[in-house]
């Protein structure tokens, strides 16, 4: 079965960087879409990034356009999100999600069908 383990998330000064990744298992990857999404305590679960395995098709929530940049390292398996100037308002639980259904390019939640536990991000002021 498929599995999204994330890593990287932590406490970090605004203005700081991080790198989140989201290591992949469990099937060929090479038809799917990869995203980050992320949860802030009392808010909805929303979109950060999109890209597809093939490193095609990236696209960003305004809030992350010139500033995160989403990638996949296909000898590893895994998909990072590079977090430059980050503000406290992007503290939250980052999720990675996987969409296996080929050719879409939607950015909601609902879409994703492989999800993984979430690394807490933590932008202090």
């Known amino acids: 079965q498929v599995q999204l383990v994330e890593s990287g998330g932590g406490l970090v000064q605004a203005g700081g960087s991080l790198r989140l990744s989201c290591a992949a298992s469990?099937?060929?990857?090479?038809?799917?879409?990869m995203a980050w999404f992320r949860q802030a305590p009392g808010k909805e679960r929303e979109f950060v990034a999109r890209?597809?395995?093939?490193?095609?098709?990236?696209y960003y929530a305004d809030s992350a356009k010139g500033r995160f940049t989403i990638s996949v390292d296909h000898a590893k398996n895994t998909v990072y999100l590079q977090m430059n100037n980050l503000k406290p308002e992007d503290t939250a639980v980052y999720y990675c999600?996987?969409?296996?259904?080929?050719?879409?390019?939607?950015?909601?939640?609902?879409?994703?069908?492989?999800w993984g536990q979430g690394t807490q991000v933590i932008v202090s002021s």
């Open positions: 999600a996987a969409d296996s259904t080929s050719g879409r390019t939607g950015i909601t939640p609902g879409q994703y069908n492989y």
């Open positions: 469990g099937r060929t990857f090479s038809s799917y879409a």
């Open positions: 890209i597809n395995w093939s490193g095609s098709g990236t």
